[in-house]
């Protein structure tokens, strides 16, 4: 990833998203966020428009992985750095 990706990472991360993120026990079960989602909805509207050839959709389901994988990651640090033992 390029130094401009990191920096647009980081704020997907931090600010809005991650206070939506961490008020999760206080909203409605409804209102969970998840921002993979968009990747998601990508890789299945490319299935559905190659009529379920995988081969066609790699670069999705790989954007998917990486999206999920950052995400991971992230929470990951922001629960070791707000644990009382961390």
Do not use: V
Request: glycine share 6%; with cysteine; aromatic share 12%.
């Amino acid at each position: 990833m390029g130094e401009k990706e990191d920096k647009s990472a980081d704020a997907t991360w931090s600010g809005p998203t991650a206070t939506k993120f961490e008020t999760l026990s206080s909203k409605q079960y409804s209102e969970y966020f998840d921002p993979c989602q968009e990747a998601a909805q990508k890789s299945i509207r490319c299935l559905h428009r190659n009529g379920g050839d995988r081969e066609m959709c790699t670069d999705f389901f790989r954007a998917y992985r990486e999206c999920k994988e950052e995400w991971t990651n992230a929470r990951k640090e922001a629960r070791r750095k707000s644990s009382w033992f961390g």
